[in-house]
């Protein structure tokens, strides 16, 4: 299983809005909604962002947000903020049975 | 305060074995499958292995399978993993992961995580 495709970095200033894609197949992505999101700080574990394509935890801002077309998932981030700065990840269940990542994005906020 | 801690993590000969814990605490350990995911060095996540509840489901990654076991004992809360076989391609950070929802087998989001215990593998 060959994991999702992201971009290695975005970046964008405070209070932009920047949006990270994640490609995968019609075996993984494009075939259920079991597709989340997480950021990781560095030295922390990761923290769930978005499930089932769109919807977020309790206490998890209303500035994320999720989308999918086709083959393809999306993470917008609106009003950027410093603390926004972190390594995100997509991820999906696949065909197999299994769950797939995607190989991560670097956000940096200028 | 819900937590997830994995320890046993370390420096292991290639071909050796090393088992992992994982300690949860703050919620009802036995009603939540659980998830082991790694990192290695640079690159992204990696799913590594999942069991259910009450562990009659238990799925791998191809990358370990017949080499890893994952485990749990729900009277103890904890999970653990066993790898035996090691490779210098299991280097990575191991992190232990609480599955979204109670008593449902989909392999969908992981919601608590820990912060990972290191594995090095070399010579």
């Known amino acids: 299983q060959s994991a999702l495709t992201q971009p290695a970095s975005v970046s964008g200033s405070p209070g932009q809005s920047i949006t990270i894609s994640c490609t995968g197949t019609s075996s993984d992505v494009g075939a259920y909604n079991f597709v989340s999101w997480y950021q990781r700080h560095p030295g922390k574990g990761p923290k769930l962002l978005i499930y089932?394509?769109?919807d977020r935890p309790s206490g998890v801002s209303s500035r994320f947000s999720g989308s999918k077309s086709g083959d393809t998932a999306s993470l917008t981030i609106s009003g950027l903020q410093a603390d926004d700065e972190a390594d995100y990840y997509c991820s999906s269940y696949t065909s197999s049975r299994t769950v797939v990542f995607g190989g991560g994005t670097k956000l940096t906020v200028l | 305060e819900v937590q997830l801690v994995e320890s046993g993590g370390g420096l292991v000969q290639p071909g050796r074995s090393l088992r992992l814990s994982c300690a949860a605490s703050g919620f009802t350990f036995d009603d939540y499958a659980m998830h082991w995911v790694r990192q290695a060095p640079g690159k992204g996540l990696e799913w590594v292995s999942s069991i259910s509840w009450n562990s009659d489901k238990i799925v791998y990654a191809d990358s370990v399978k017949g080499r890893f076991t994952i485990s749990r004992d729900n009277a103890k809360n904890s999970l653990y993993l066993q790898m035996d076989s090691l490779r210098a391609e299991d280097t990575a950070l191991y992190f232990c992961?609480?599955?979204?929802?109670?008593?449902?087998?989909?392999?969908?989001?992981?919601?608590?995580w820990g912060q990972g215990t290191k594995v090095t593998v070399s010579s």
């Open positions: 992961a609480r599955d979204f929802q109670i008593q449902i087998w989909s392999l969908d989001s992981f919601d608590i």
């Open positions: 089932h394509v769109t």
